[in-house]
């Protein structure tokens, strides 16, 4: 079993992920979308702590399982908040949403 | 010798004071229609300190210690090499000073609940009084140089604070500025000479100082003479000499037991006190000691010639007390420092008395006036006149005072002034002493001027307030009488043994251990000058002690009959229909135009340079650079709230942004 | 063989990740994210971690993403005709800031060289045989991040009442 190399591909690839989403946050407007593209950053970032746990023992894999259940709670939470924001404004358009200034 | 001597109870002499001070100061918010409680605390409280002086003083003469004794009370500063303690120095002269300012100011704490019971800042007053005894006391007693400044200033701020007590007034105000300001140049000269004893010695406590000082300093050097200039620099200010003198005639705006405690009796002799004290130090600058009794005798005779031709009585005892400030100056000048303290404590006595009783007829000008509505002023002489039968225990004492401010034998200020002009004479200063003798003379004039045309001839106050003047109450003229008493005996103490009198030696054996190492430094081979040789046994005219001291008194005594008898045929007119003086008399009367002189030359360049300053500096730099300030700051504000859209995107954006340079950071 | 999938999954991943990004319809991108992290799980398997990419099908693929649909689905947006993509400035920044990334990261990996142990084998495969894929993640898990775990629990019911709270309607 000399798939060692297969890390550093992993990391290779949590990068371009990182990068995609990281895109995606800033081109789309759509805030449904772009909470998205943020649980595929919280997704790149797992694919990384899996890679290294196959180097440096189990920890890594513990915490990609408390990075799910934070994401599934902000998942719930956010999504209820777009839902409170889309009944005032009838959009989910980012853009619109600049009432939180000076 | 008995017993070693120990100070009993020094806290409560400098305590009780400031108990005072506080609970009348508590007073004048907390119960100011109250006067009993500020009658009966402030005498009380300077006279308790008085009581534990005497017994003090009663203790060390019972040991006669040689050495002084030093009560360390708590570490004040302690920085590096510099070692400041809260000391209190008892040694035979500051015992003596304690006696002299608890005692007199005693009195005249008496006198006041009289002279001030009516004004509406009765307990303020005697907060101001009791801080002030509380101040001199901390000066007198102070064992190193910082905490006798710390008398220093606190004479000064009470002096500026009793000057302007009637701060309603704003001429009255401006003389308490006027005091404040002027003695601050004087302070200057205080401070450069701490540092520099600092920088020779590495202590400030006087008594290291004062053994070290005959081999760490040169004698006659630079550093010495420095020192000793800057010191004096300050005695200048504080005891009002040439060229400083110009705020305590101004000083008269104050209450007048004020004038006589602080600007007569105590806080101006604080000078005086001073360089008695850093003896050691003058005996090894011998050109400051010159400097010291040259200024001494130049302001005697200055003022001297002005109080000839003033018309306010305060005013004439105010140049009289910077006059005789001027030969204490004369006295510790030339190295007679016990005849200098000598003086000190009989001018206390005979100036303290001179003014209660300007102030016992002030008192009674003011009320006869009040009573008939008339609006004179209560302070000229002009409207005084033939009082002495209105008013006969303040006429008498107030003869006595003139008697012995004149030196006419037996009264107290014959034996001290007497002391000083033989002892500037067998120095070899024949001009000292000759100017010394003329303004003596001059003393015995403008004094007996003041008491004719206060007490005698025809009366100018007006025919419907005649009726309404009559003698101050008890509470004020037994203070009267007692300092009567003091000027009469207080010369007692020391009689020159060449009188056909009892030889009595008490002032001079006792201040001996203070001033010994003074004369030793003096009469050491080393110094130059004059302090070196030995003593004359003759005047500069020829003639010895006793002619001279008879001859003195009894020119003294054949000026006031003079003088009497000349002025009281002249007949004066009430101030409202005075002419202005004119010639010679003009120019006494406005005493020479120093302040003037001193308006043109320094209060106008500087009003000129400040009002620059006020609006170059002030107005466009300073200013200038505030608004600037704070309009980069709006614009810096307003730019970054320019950030804050309101838009997720745009802070997405920069937080991405901030995240690549971070990591870039860490990359590259 | 093993090698095949890796880059089997590692390009699906790539490719529709790539399309969640530019799909105009949300639907079509909640799609696409699903077979990102099918994908990610086929990943999560051949790098030896099972349970992981048994939790990431059940909780992302299945819960979460199904969530995502949900609301999509409630607020009608899923026949919207409109992009939502920005032009311009804004997407030329976006670009941008993903290369730059990119960049940064690529720097970071070739700085860090040929790591200890990066290319050895799996650190993993002793504990592996001894314990199995569950049991290897659930004695840590319930041992030494105890704390943690119980704190997560608590977090999740506060994100249950949270949400229920904001996404209620408000009686008029």
């Not at chain 2, 005979?350 to 009783?357: D, E, I, S």
């Not at chain 3, 919207?80 to 997407?91: A, K, N, P, V």
Request: hydrophobic content about 55%; overall charge negative; aromatic content about 12%.
């Amino acid at each position: 079993m000399s798939q060692g190399y297969l890390v550093d591909l992993a990391l290779v690839l949590s990068a371009f992920l990182f990068a995609i989403g990281v895109a995606g946050v800033l081109l789309r407007r759509n805030a449904i979308i772009v909470f998205m593209c943020v649980e595929l950053m919280l997704n790149a970032v797992n694919l990384s702590f899996v890679a290294f746990s196959r180097m440096h023992g189990i920890d890594g894999q513990i915490v990609v399982l408390f990075v799910i259940s934070v994401a599934a709670a902000e998942a719930a939470v956010g999504l209820a908040l777009i839902l409170a924001i889309f009944r005032h404004y009838e959009s989910v358009d980012l853009e619109l949403f600049r009432r939180l200034r000076w | 010798m008995s017993e070693a001597y120990h100070p009993i109870l020094p806290g409560l002499i400098l305590g009780l004071p400031l108990l005072g001070a506080a609970l009348n100061g508590i007073g004048a918010f907390a119960w100011r229609e109250n006067k009993t409680v500020p009658t009966i605390v402030g005498p009380l409280a300077v006279l308790g300190a008085f009581v534990v002086c005497l017994l003090n003083f009663a203790a060390m003469r019972a040991a006669a210690p040689h050495d002084p004794s030093l009560v360390p009370l708590w570490t004040w500063m302690s920085s590096g090499d510099l070692e400041i303690g809260v000391t209190l120095l008892f040694d035979q002269l500051s015992v003596l000073m304690t006696l002299i300012v608890t005692g007199v100011g005693g009195i005249i704490h008496v006198y006041s609940v009289g002279y001030m019971r009516e004004d509406p800042g009765y307990s303020r007053y005697f907060s101001y009084l009791n801080l002030f005894i509380f101040f001199m006391l901390i000066l007198v007693l102070g064992a190193n140089y910082p905490v006798m400044f710390v008398g220093w200033e606190g004479v000064g701020l009470c002096s500026y604070l009793l000057i302007g007590f009637w701060y309603e007034n704003r001429e009255f105000s401006d003389a308490g500025k006027k005091a404040f300001i002027v003695n601050r140049i004087g302070d200057l000269g205080f401070l450069i000479a701490m540092f520099l004893m600092f920088g020779v010695f590495g202590t400030l406590d006087m008594p290291s100082i004062f053994e070290a000082a005959p081999t760490t300093l040169l004698a006659g050097g630079g550093i010495a003479t420095a020192v000793t200039l800057f010191l004096f620099l300050g005695c200048v200010g504080k005891s009002a000499q040439i060229p400083l003198f110009v705020w305590l005639p101004d000083a008269m705006a104050g209450p007048t037991p004020v004038s006589a405690l602080i600007h007569a009796a105590t806080m101006v002799t604080a000078g005086v006190y001073l360089v008695a004290r850093s003896g050691v130090l003058f005996a090894l600058a011998p050109f400051t000691q010159a400097i010291v009794a040259s200024v001494g005798v130049g302001t005697a005779l200055f003022a001297a010639s002005i109080a000839v031709q003033q018309y306010d009585i305060k005013k004439v005892l105010a140049y009289s007390t910077i006059s005789q400030l001027g030969y204490m100056f004369v006295a510790v000048g030339v190295g007679a420092y016990t005849a200098g303290i000598f003086h000190l404590m009989t001018h206390a006595f005979f100036k303290a008395l001179l003014f209660l009783g300007a102030g016992a007829v002030i008192h009674a000008m003011h009320h006869a006036w009040h009573e008939t509505g008339d609006h004179g002023d209560p302070n000229d002489m002009r409207n005084y006149g033939g009082l002495r039968p209105l008013m006969p225990i303040t006429a008498a004492t107030m003869w006595i005072g003139t008697l012995a401010i004149s030196g006419v034998f037996p009264f107290a200020g014959f034996f001290s002034k007497d002391e000083i002009i033989w002892e500037a004479g067998v120095r070899g200063y024949a001009v000292l002493w000759a100017t010394a003798l003329i303004v003596a003379l001059l003393t015995a004039g403008y004094m007996t001027r003041l008491m004719v045309m206060t007490f005698h001839g025809a009366n100018r106050s007006g025919e419907s307030a005649r009726g309404h003047l009559h003698e101050v109450p008890a509470v004020m003229w037994i203070p009267l009488a007692i300092l009567a008493v003091l000027s009469t005996v207080g010369g007692w103490v020391q009689i020159p043994e060449v009188l056909p009198l009892p030889d009595v030696d008490l002032l001079h054996s006792w201040l001996e251990p203070v001033f010994a190492p003074a004369i030793e430094v003096a009469s050491g081979g080393a110094v130059g000058g004059a302090h070196g040789e030995g003593l004359a046994h003759e005047a500069p005219l020829g003639g010895g002690e006793t002619s001279w001291a008879v001859g003195g008194t009894g020119l003294a005594l054949l000026t006031v009959i003079v003088v009497f008898w000349r002025l009281s045929r002249r007949r004066y007119l009430p101030a409202a229909e005075s002419a202005e003086p004119s010639g010679a008399a003009s120019l006494l009367y406005h005493k020479w135009y120093v302040d003037e002189l001193y308006d043109r030359l320094v209060v106008r360049p500087l009003l000129a340079v400040w009002r620059g300053c006020w609006r170059i500096v002030d107005d466009r730099l300073i200013d200038g650079t505030v608004n600037g300030l704070g309009g980069v700051a709006r614009v810096v504000g307003w730019t970054g709230s320019q950030l804050q859209t309101g838009r997720v995107s745009t802070y997405l954006l920069i937080f991405m942004i901030g995240a690549l340079i971070i990591l870039g950071s860490l990359a590259f | 063989m093993i090698e095949f999938f890796f880059f089997l999954f590692a390009a699906m991943a790539v490719l529709s990740a790539i399309f969640m990004v530019t799909q105009v319809n949300p639907v079509a991108s909640v799609l696409y994210l699903v077979v990102t992290f099918f994908s990610l799980s086929g990943l999560f398997v051949i790098l030896d971690a099972h349970f992981i990419a048994a939790v990431q099908v059940m909780v992302y693929a299945g819960a979460i993403m199904v969530l995502f649909l949900f609301v999509i689905m409630l607020l009608n947006l899923g026949s919207t005709e409109l992009s939502d993509i920005r032009q311009g400035i804004g997407r030329v920044l976006a670009g941008s800031v993903s290369v730059a990334l990119v960049a940064v990261f690529a720097r970071l990996f070739m700085a860090g060289g040929d790591v200890d142990g990066l290319g050895g084998p799996s650190a993993l495969d002793p504990l592996l045989e001894s314990s199995g894929a569950v049991a290897a993640v659930a004695e840590p898990l319930f041992t030494r991040y105890l704390v943690a775990f119980e704190i997560t629990s608590i977090l999740l019911v506060v994100a249950i009442v949270g949400s229920v709270v904001l996404a209620r309607r408000r009686e008029p």
